[in-house]
Nanobody, 121 residues
Framework: QVQLVESGGSLVQPGGSLKLSCTASGNILRIDTMAWYRQAPGKQRELVAR???????TYADSVKGRFTVSTDNAKNTMYLQMNSLKLEDTAVYYC???????????????WGQGTQVTVSS
């Protein structure tokens, strides 16, 4: 059973930093792309950062220069280093991946359960 599990969310003051992680586990043949999304109360879920495995990263304009996404491919783990956090960064952060489960012949999309990031003074 493939699953994505996020961790690292917490309460942090404005200007602070957090590092989130997401690990994909289970019978995975290949991961094509991993991404971070977030959803704030009353708002739609939005893309934060996307990292094709072996490719170049993209970021939402709102986080460029502050957030850095990376992967440890051997561990099937994606990270999101968040610096200079702002109040508007408060959201549930979700891990997303396009991957091929063993036994399948096509990419499937998976979501993690989310981890809460609260930026507050």
């Amino acid at each position: 059973q493939v699953q994505l599990v996020e961790s690292g969310g917490s309460l942090v003051q404005p200007g602070g930093s957090l590092k989130l992680s997401c690990t994909a586990s289970g019978n995975i043949l290949r991961i094509d792309t991993m991404a971070w999304y977030r959803q704030a109360p009353g708002k739609q879920r939005e893309l934060v950062a996307r990292i094709p495995i072996g490719g170049t990263t993209t970021y939402a304009d709102s986080v460029k220069g502050r957030f850095t996404v990376s992967t440890d491919n051997a561990k099937n783990t994606m990270y999101l280093q968040m610096n200079s956090l702002k109040l508007e960064d408060t959201a549930v952060y979700y891990c997303n991946a396009d991957l091929i489960p063993i036994g399948d012949i096509r990419y499937e999309n998976y979501w993690g359960q989310g981890t809460q990031v609260t930026v507050s003074s």
